[in-house]
T-cell receptor, first 111, second 115 residues
Framework: ELKVEQNPLFLSMQEGKNYTIYCNYS?????LYWYRQDPGKSLESLFV?????AVKQEGRLMASLDTKARLSTLHITAAVHDLSATYFC???????????FGGGTRLMVKP | GAGVSQSPRYKVAKRGQDVALRCDPI?????LFWYQQALGQGPEFLTY????????KSGLPSDRFFAERPEGSVSTLKIQRTQQEDSAVYLC?????????????FGDGTRLSIL
């Protein structure tokens, strides 16, 4: 059974600081997705990582995938308040079928 | 609309009642997914359709849960004889096609509360 674990589960950080969220998964996969969810809202797709060594960047967020280590990271650079949300990683092991999500990382960025 | 649409946004039902939740996927999207999200947790897979065919229903928690997509577009998730543990947000997602590594696009969800 595929398990996806994120850490930390909760992260409170000051504006301007850097931090990394980690996503570990238990079964071989080369498809990993990062989503953002604001309270009471839907999940917004952030990144699609499709191969070992893939790196994607959008604004202050950068995601990477190491399929050999079964690890993805989401790095936050110079955090701003608008990044406050819950971030989920999700793994696809069946080529476009179900996603298995991590438990989420709730990020709070304080002024 | 351009996104996945779900209705109702909120549903309150008494234990034992039947409920039906609707999902309108993005036009042209072949794949449709249902997930259940408990408070403070990540979404959990329930079932998956490709066009009108239900290809995977391994995540449905019991035979009280039933999903259909008869014409390959709109989908309905039905829960019979609701229980308190069914209280959750039910998310629908669609994607262009299986195997294309496209992200799944999620609706805003239906928040179901069972009293």
């Amino acid at each position: 059974e595929l398990k996806v674990e994120q850490n930390p589960l909760f992260l409170s950080m000051q504006e301007g600081k850097n931090y990394t969220i980690y996503c570990n998964y238990s079964t071989t996969s080369d498809r990993l997705y990062w989503y953002r969810q604001d309270p009471g809202k839907s999940l917004e797709s952030l990144f699609v990582l499709l191969s070992n060594g893939a790196v994607k960047q959008e604004g202050r967020l950068m995601a990477s995938l190491d399929t050999k280590a079964r690890l993805s990271t989401l790095h936050i650079t110079a955090a701003v308040h608008d990044l406050s949300a819950t971030y989920f990683c999700a793994v696809d092991i069946n080529a476009g079928n179900m996603l298995t999500f991590g438990g989420g990382t709730r990020l709070m960025v304080k002024p | 609309g351009a996104g996945v649409s779900q209705s109702p946004r909120y549903k309150v039902a008494k234990r034992g009642q039947d409920v039906a939740l609707r999902c309108d996927p993005i036009s042209g999207h072949v794949s449709l997914f249902w997930y259940q999200q408990a408070l403070g947790q990540g979404p959990e897979f329930l079932t998956y359709f490709q066009n009108e065919a239900q290809l995977d229903k391994s995540g449905l928690p019991s035979d009280r849960f039933f999903a259909e997509r008869p014409e390959g577009s709109v989908s309905t998730l039905k829960i019979q004889r609701t229980q308190q543990e069914d209280s959750a947000v039910y998310l629908c997602a669609s994607s262009l096609r299986q195997g294309w590594s496209q992200p799944q696009h999620f609706g805003d969800g239906t928040r179901l509360s069972i009293l």
